[in-house]
């Protein structure tokens, strides 16, 4: 049983920047960042692999958004700069416990944190 805790969300304005951050109670493999908006689908935000050596990202956060993560801390971070207001959302972490890489699909996650409130105003 993996219990993981995201932090780091909150309201900011558009343009503005956030760092979020999920912190695993054991061991986690893969890792994904996902977010869903009010009212919408959960969709994929950026995935890395076990070790941190591969990652993926949106098209539509690629150059802005950045995940991490440091092992050694059981934690992984998502970096977001220039936000926009449409990005408004719960935002999720999860892991995967099959597999080496974070993938897109939210079903391949096997255990997820409450989310974390990102409000970004106009």
């Known amino acids: 049983q993996v219990q993981l805790a995201e932090s780091g969300g909150g309201l900011v304005q558009a343009g503005g920047s956030l760092r979020l951050s999920c912190a695993a109670s054991g061991r986690t493999h893969?890792?994904?960042?996902?977010?869903?908006?009010?009212?919408?689908?959960r969709e994929f935000v950026a995935g890395i692999s076990w070790d941190g050596s591969s990652t993926d990202h949106a098209d539509s956060v690629k150059g802005r958004f950045t995940?991490?993560?440091?092992?050694?801390?059981n934690t992984v971070y998502l970096q977001m700069i220039s936000l926009k207001p449409e990005e408004t959302a719960i935002y999720y972490c999860a892991t995967k416990l099959r597999g080496l890489y974070g993938t897109k699909f939210w079903g391949d996650y096997d255990y997820w944190g409450q989310g974390t409130q990102v409000t970004v105003s106009s």
């Open 67 to 73: 995940i991490s993560r440091d092992n050694a801390k």
């Open 30 to 41: 893969a890792m994904g960042w996902f977010r869903q908006p009010p009212g919408e689908e």
